[in-house]
C-alpha cells in the first residue's frame, strides 16, 4: 500500500532549515521598511517574501496560526493551504512581522516567527484575546497560575527561586487595560520591563533570562501568539498558561467555529502546542534576543533563531548575502 503524501513522516531535522529560510526570507523582505513609518507595507512585505518560501516546501501545511480569517486577509489565512503538497501534513504557525508597528518605528524586538508540527499538533486559537502568564525553565509545575493574583505570582516565583520579589522582572505590555496588574506587581517591589508590542518575544525573553533579564511575562494579548509563544516555550523550556477572552458573542462565535467548546479552560503549554515542533525566528529590529538586520553596502546579515523541540536544540544562525 502506497503512503499518501500527507502520511508521510514530519521529519524535524530535515525540515528545520528550510523553515529557517521561511523566516529569513521574511525579514530581508521587510527590512527596507525599517523606521519608513508604514506598518502595512512592512506586513505586507513580510508575508509576501514568507508565504512564497513555504510554497517552495515539500510540505502539505495548512495555516492554523496566521494574519487572520478568510475574508480578512487576502495571504496566509487561517485554513490556507501552503507547500508543494508533496510530503507530510503539517500545521503552521506563523506571524510574518511580530511588531509592525515597531518596525515602522525602528524599535526594539521585530521579529519574523513561524513554528510548524505534525498536522493536528496545535491548538486553532481564535483571533481573540488571551490571558497570559510565561515563566522560563528550572522550576517545578504549577510553581504560578492563572488563577493567582499577579501579587501572588511574583512572590511564588520569588519563592521558587530562591530570591526576593524585588529581584523579580516581570514583562508586560503596556496597555491601559493592565494598569492596575502593573500597580499592583510594583507594590511587591518586582520591577516590570513594559514593551509597546511583540508579545511572542516577551514570552521567548522569560526563556533566556540570564540574557534578557526577565522571570515572568504576564497579561492579556492575541490568543494566536499565545500559541507561537507555547511552541517556542516547547522548544526552549518553560511553561505557560492561557485563558481565551471574550468580548462579544462574535468573539464566542469565533472560538465555536474553531473548534473550541470550553470557553473557561486554561492551556498549559503542551496543550496548546500537543507535539514536537520546530520554530524560526529572525530578527528585524535589534532587541534582547536577536539582533537586527545590518545593512552594508553591497550585501545584507540577519540572525536567525532555530530551534526543535525534539531534541531541545537552539542553534542560532547569521545569514549573510549580497544585495
Known amino acids: 500500500m502506497s503512503m499518501t503524501s500527507s502520511d508521510a513522516p514530519f521529519h524535524d ?50 495555516v492554523v496560526i496566521g494574519e487572520g480569517e478568510r475574508d480578512e486577509a487576502p495571504m496566509l489565512y487561517i485554513g490556507e ?68 493574583s499577579p501579587r501572588e505570582r511574583v512572590e511564588a516565583l520569588a519563592s521558587a527561586k530562591g530570591c526576593a520579589a524585588s529581584d523579580i522582572t516581570v514583562c508586560i505590555l503596556e496597555r491601559p487595560r493592565h494598569e492596575a496588574m502593573i500597580a499592583e506587581v510594583r507594590e511587591t517591589g518586582a520591577a516590570i520591563r513594559l514593551i509597546t508590542d511583540g508579545d511572542v518575544a516577551g514570552v521567548m525573553h522569560c526563556a533566556e533570562s540570564a540574557t534578557t533579564g526577565i522571570d515572568m511575562y504576564m497579561g492579556q494579548g492575541g490568543a494566536p501568539e499565545g500559541v507561537l509563544a507555547a511552541a517556542a516555550l516547547k522548544c526552549m523550556g518553560g511553561q505557560i498558561f492561557g485563558r481565551l477572552l471574550f468580548r462579544n458573542d462574535d468573539e464566542k462565535g469565533r472560538a465555536a467555529k474553531a473548534g473550541i467548546t470550553d470557553l473557561d479552560r486554561i492551556y498549559a503549554r503542551d496543550e496548546m502546542v500537543t507535539q514536537d515542533v520546530i520554530f524560526a525566528a529572525t530578527g528585524v529590529t535589534g532587541g534582547s534576543l536577536l539582533p537586527e538586520i545590518k545593512r552594508q553596502p553591497g550585501w545584507v546579515e540577519t540572525t536567525t533563531l532555530l530551534m526543535r523541540s525534539k531534541t531541545g536544540s537552539v542553534r542560532r544562525m547569521s545569514y549573510r548575502t549580497p544585495v
Not at 504557525?93 to 510548524?116: C, F, H, Q, R, S
Open 81 to 148: 493551504e501552503v507547500g508543494t503538497g508533496n510530503g507530510p501534513g503539517v500545521d503552521i504557525a506563523l506571524d510574518p512581522l511580530e511588531g509592525t508597528t515597531l518596525t515602522a518605528k525602528d524599535m526594539p524586538n521585530a521579529l519574523t516567527v513561524i513554528a510548524m508540527g505534525p498536522r493536528g499538533s496545535m491548538l486553532h486559537a481564535p483571533d481573540t484575546y488571551m490571558d497570559k502568564l510565561a515563566i522560563g525553565p528550572g522550576y517545578p509545575e504549577g510553581v504560578v497560575s492563572l488563577d493567582m
Open 13 to 62: 531535522r530535515m525540515l528545520s532549515l528550510g523553515l529557517a529560510r521561511v523566516a529569513e526570507q521574511a525579514a530581508l523582505a521587510s527590512a527596507s521598511l525599517i523606521g519608513r513609518g508604514d506598518e502595512k507595507a512592512a506586513d505586507q512585505a513580510a508575508v509576501n517574501a514568507m508565504r512564497e518560501q513555504l510554497n517552495l516546501l515539500d510540505i502539505k501545511g495548512v
